[in-house]
């Protein structure tokens, strides 16, 4: 593994050790089996069927390189083509498949994109709608087999004489800090920006985290995928399995994953803490519907849980956890296939809250940090008890420099770090200094090493009077409560601070039945004082453990989820402040008019 420099490198390693399920996905309600043999021969086949496209690696520079663009949720023949376009030299350009067309034609312009793969005939129509606008574009290829489009299986055919030895030499030419992908990030706020990837930048990174994954003591190397490919944080991972012989089964789509990690039974599996709360959410929904004595005991179970505390030496609480695992925790494990042993957790905070509940029912939450343009990983909880830490997103993975800039921004230096943003020179120079990347989060190295986010250097405001507020440790405490489903705290340049607040309709509903509360719509419910009272007393708890200045003073509940399809969430399931502050300026302006208030009230 050391010696690998280039991220198809892994398949030298691979053929070593040929697996009959490297790869597996869902065709036609069964589970088809993708062997080494076979996926080699298939990504060799692809990449000389793209040469002979005319696709090439130019004269070597990123602009000349070709790009290839691909547009489809996690299956087998995302990672094939990944693959296959690594080796002739081009470039492979991800996006989302939630993308609006305005946005995907103004990125594959920008790449100036030459083919095109997409999974299915819902991408395949949005992208051809806006095709005609893309004059580099010379075909569109799908996975799935639709009539009248063409299909990739047309440029998977035996390798004739000689082209293996071709495909071999030209994969020789190809270096390690030859950029090897375009990833564009969703953003919060503004265009999308193109991260160039290297090939050193993920290797390096596969490296060393792999050292951490390779702590987890598990029997077999099984790993279930259901995040977006496109986004760095599932594709380092990815490598990472493909480098250390696991078999990857990929997941259905979001809403199959439960069944689909009975079925794959995974050891291990990456995810995002808002996947994390619907799991929990769910087993909140089950334990409650249990009467008697089994309601008591899972009620006890979650107290348990809560008191998790890395490193506990108390015998009396070992006890307590061995007969809470054995009556609750373990049907937990069960019902996700049995043997999950760790979660990895990226692309935003998690509640400390969900990592005890997890943690101490057996499935170690490993929560880590970076960023697209860190490949992605600077830190990593670990899976020894001595090296992980509730509230931090673990120590610095190896090779990685951090140093704490004077206003706290978190800087990084590393070979894990992009070498700019396509065509914007000018926000490279930005980002970059003096090798140095500015996260733009703001954070803090403890005693022990563990690196903690305290907030994001553009979501911190200040007062009207001049104090500066952290919204993020706000949020994520009070979202502990199960009731709050999400949660945003405003106040720019305001007298106090106030919140948006989406209520968990899936915990409030039976809390409202057992009320006797009747309800036709969360709006009808939003209006009832017993549930303005129980929001409003939720939030006087949390405010003592903030200074005055962060106190929500005023709250506003919310009839609707935040998502990424409504457009409030980037595809990672970040918040996207700006369009939400757009979107509910009048709730805003509501908990605003007068500023006289100082008392917590709710406005609804």
């Known amino acids: 593994m050391e010696k690998a420099k280039r991220l198809f490198d892994c398949m030298e390693i691979q053929a070593k050790k040929p697996q009959t399920d490297l790869l597996s996905a869902k065709e036609n309600g069964a ?32 602009e000349s390189r070709d790009k290839i663009g691909l547009i489809s949720n996690g299956r087998p023949e995302w990672l094939i083509t990944d693959l296959a376009v690594q080796q002739t030299g081009a470039i492979l350009v991800p996006l989302y498949p939630n993308s609006n067309p305005k946005e995907l034609e103004q990125i594959l312009n920008e790449v100036a994109v030459k ?15 806006v095709c005609a606008n893309i004059p580099s574009l010379k075909a569109i290829y799908t996975f799935d087999q639709i009539d009248n489009c ?33 990833i564009y990030t969703s953003g919060t706020t503004g265009r999308p920006k ?68 009975k079925e794959a039974q995974p050891y291990i599996f990456t995810a995002v803490p808002r996947l994390l709360e619907k799991v929990f959410e769910k087993i909140m929904v089950a334990g409650l519907k249990l009467t008697g004595i089994k309601r008591k005991i899972f009620l006890w179970s979650i107290k348990v849980a809560e008191q998790f505390e890395i490193n506990n030496t108390s015998a009396w609480y070992k006890i307590k956890l061995a007969i809470a695992d054995k009556l609750v925790y373990r049907k937990w494990r069960e019902a996700i296939g049995g043997n999950v042993q760790a979660i990895v957790i990226g692309s935003s905070a998690c509640p400390i809250k969900l990592e005890k509940i997890f943690t101490a029912a057996g499935m170690v939450v490993m929560e880590g940090y970076g960023l697209t343009e860190t490949s992605p990983v600077i830190a990593v909880n670990r899976y020894p008890e001595n090296g992980r830490k509730f509230g931090t997103v673990g120590k610095l993975i190896d090779d990685i420099q951090v140093k704490i800039a004077d206003d706290g921004e978190i800087l990084c230096k590393g070979p894990n770090v992009t070498v700019g943003y396509y065509k914007n020179p000018e926000m490279t120079a930005e980002v970059i200094k003096d090798g140095w990347f500015c996260t733009g989060d703001i954070g803090e190295l403890d005693e022990d090493g563990f690196l903690k986010i305290t907030d994001r250097k553009k ?35 305001k007298k106090f601070t106030a919140a948006l607040i ?85 709730e805003i302006d509501k908990m605003y008019a007068g500023e006289e208030y100082e008392n917590p009230s709710l406005v609804h």
Request: aromatic letters at 10%; one cysteine or more; hydrophobic letters at 35%.
């Open 115 to 129: 083919y095109l793969f997409v999974s299915n005939k819902e991408l395949y129509d949005k992208v051809n709608a």
């Open 31 to 62: 589970w088809r089996l993708y062997s080494t043999q076979e996926t080699h021969s298939m990504i060799y086949q692809l990449a000389m069927a793209l040469l002979n496209l005319g696709v090439s690696g130019g004269d070597g520079t990123t």
């Open 194 to 261: 193109g991260v160039m990837l290297t090939h050193k930048n993920i290797v390096s990174n596969v490296i060393a985290s792999g050292k951490v994954l390779n702590q987890i003591p598990i029997d077999q190397k099984r790993a279930l995928s259901f995040l977006p490919l496109n986004h760095i944080f599932e594709k380092m991972c990815t490598y990472i399995y493909l480098f250390h012989g696991f078999s990857i089964s990929y997941a259905e789509s979001m809403d199959t994953i439960g069944a689909n990690m």
């Open 502 to 586: 989406v209520p968990s309709y899936t915990n409030l509903k039976p809390w409202c039945a057992k009320h006797d509360i009747p309800f036709t719509s969360h709006n009808e419910l939003l209006r009832d004082s017993r549930v303005i009272e129980l929001y409003q007393s939720i939030v006087n708890g949390f405010n003592p453990e903030f200074n005055h200045v962060e106190q929500v003073k005023k709250l506003t509940l919310l009839p609707d989820e935040w998502s990424i399809d409504s457009g409030e969430l980037t595809p990672t399931g970040k918040m996207k402040r700006k369009v939400i502050t757009e979107k509910y300026k009048a």
């Open 459 to 493: 979501e911190i405001f200040k007062t009207s009077g001049g104090k500066y507020v952290a919204p993020l440790p706000i949020e994520n405490k009070m979202k502990e409560n199960y009731f709050i489903e999400q949660m945003m705290v405003v106040g720019a340049e």
């Open 150 to 182: 063409p299909n990739w299986t047309a440029l998977l055919k035996p390798l004739e004489e000689g082209y293996r030895d071709k495909l071999t030499a030209i994969s020789k030419t190809i270096t390690e800090d030859d950029v090897t992908t375009i």
